[in-house]
C-alpha cells in the first residue's frame, strides 16, 4: 500500500526530492504520490510541513 497526499497539501515540493524511487509529482492543485512506484519507504513523510503525507 502506498502514502497518499491528502488536501493539506500546500504544494510546496519538500516531499519530491526525498522519494528513492521518484514517484511524487506535481499535481494540479497538489502533489501525487504515483501508487505503482510507491515502495511505503515513508521518506517522504517527515519532510511535510503541513503532515499531508499519510500511510495508504
Do not use: F
Not at 502506498?2 to 528513492?20: D, W
Not at 497538489?30 to 521518506?43: H, K, L, N, V
Amino acid at each position: 500500500m502506498s502514502h497518499t497526499i491528502t488536501e493539506s497539501c500546500v504544494a510546496c515540493g519538500a516531499c519530491a526530492p526525498e522519494c528513492p524511487v521518484e514517484a511524487i509529482h506535481e499535481g494540479d492543485p497538489i502533489y501525487r504520490i504515483d501508487p505503482d512506484t510507491c515502495i511505503d519507504c515513508g521518506a517522504c513523510v517527515d519532510t511535510c510541513p503541513s503532515e499531508a503525507i499519510i500511510a495508504g
